[in-house]
């Protein structure tokens, strides 16, 4: 809960006490053109390292491997092209720290550790998980056709008792 308030109720005050700080120094217009460069520049460097990442993770898709790292490092760059649109120094400066592909890949690797990731069959083909099979639901299906045939015999006769009044 800490975290959270640091983040929705702290975060923002700093950043502004930041603009106004910087907007002093070098000028207004100044600060909103650096925020606004920032976010364009942020914005294109998301996008063209999610393209690399993508092609990563998915020349290892289909070699059979899992692209956990690949996938961790696109979940960074979402939330870093968050931050970068976000006006503010402080956002930029983590944004830029989870966009770079120097820092990148060390916090995702450490994010990979803390998260514990549980698999059942780690079968992987195609690009595609399998789901796992189980002996019970294999040896259960049989699969057939079958034709209902009826005899004459076996029709429902009308009872005499039905038509009797009480």
């Not at 520049?41 to 993508?54: D, N, S």
């Not at 120097?102 to 079968?123: C, W």
């Amino acid at each position: 809960m800490a975290k959270l308030f640091l983040l929705f109720a702290i975060l923002p005050i700093a950043e502004i006490a930041i603009l106004i700080n910087v907007g002093e120094l070098i000028g207004g217009w100044y600060t909103i053109a650096i925020v606004i460069f920032t976010a364009f520049v942020g914005a294109r460097l998301v996008r063209q390292q999610g393209l690399t990442t993508l092609t990563q993770a998915q020349q290892k898709m289909q070699t059979g491997v899992m692209p956990g790292q690949e996938m961790a490092e696109g979940l960074l760059l979402a939330i870093a092209g968050v931050l970068l649109v976000t006006p503010g120094f402080i956002t930029d400066i983590v944004g830029l720290l989870l966009t770079l592909p120097m820092t990148r890949p060390i916090i995702a690797s450490n994010l990979l550790k803390r998260l514990i990731i549980k698999t059942a069959e780690p079968s992987f083909h195609n690009g595609f998980q399998s789901p796992p099979h189980s002996k019970q639901n294999s040896e259960d299906i049989i699969e057939g056709e079958f034709e209902r045939k009826e005899s004459p015999s076996s029709k429902p006769r009308l009872n005499d008792d039905l038509n009797k009044p009480d």
